[in-house]
């Protein structure tokens, strides 16, 4: 799920993303980015994450990029957001054990812990993100914040007006809300009016849709 920056036979922007187009599996394309040199990122932060859950879920959760706590220990939501991501989760009876997958857009911390601007994520999206996503074949993808659901859902900016709403692209459905962070900067009755919502509204469409996320 992570690995120490400080891994052997480093690789160029270039041999990682040939690689990465021919990788047949989850386990090649990390092994791919446990090794990859392809922006600066890589030699600032303490792990790359690639993410984790089972390799063919039918649900995945995307958030932007570690922060600076999840740099620290090389897992993807944790101490107070990752709380909040669990209770939601506990909310519609469902678990980080359930049949999900939980990855984001950039597998590196960028600097001082910011968020990546567009260019700075490019190579990622297009490298590892794309290819997982394409190795997962999700029927369900949960957006979390800004930066992954203006990625994914093209043309579409302002986060506001598409949270807790569906999006079908392809054969795929998308579900943005609002990253678990967000709550901790807003009132408690605003975490359970909108937070909650959401995740109703999204455990209702796995319903509709047949998916039971805990088999």
Known sequence: MATET????GMSA???????????????????????????FCSLCTYKIFGYGNEHAPIM????????????CGEILVQDAGEI???????VGMSRQSNIYI???VKCMPLFGRSPRKKESAFCINTFLKKQIELIAPKVIVTLGSLPTQ??????TN????????YKIGDTWFFPTYHPASFLR?????????????????????DELGIDPNA
């Open 6 to 9: 400080a891994a052997p036979e």
């Open 14 to 40: 270039a041999a990682v993303m040939k690689r990465a187009r021919e990788a047949q599996s989850l386990e090649q394309l990390e092994q791919l980015c446990f090794r990859c040199e392809g922006c600066p």
């Open 61 to 72: 959760f995307i958030q932007t990029n570690p922060s600076r706590e999840e740099d620290e």
């Open 85 to 91: 991501f669990d209770f939601l989760l506990e909310s």
């Open 103 to 105: 990855t984001q857009l």
């Open 151 to 156: 990625t994914l859902i093209l043309g579409r």
């Open 159 to 166: 986060l506001e007006d598409m949270c807790g709403r569906w």
């Open 186 to 206: 807003g009132k408690m009755v605003y975490f359970r009016n909108i937070g909650l919502e959401h995740f109703r509204i999204f455990r209702a469409k796995l």
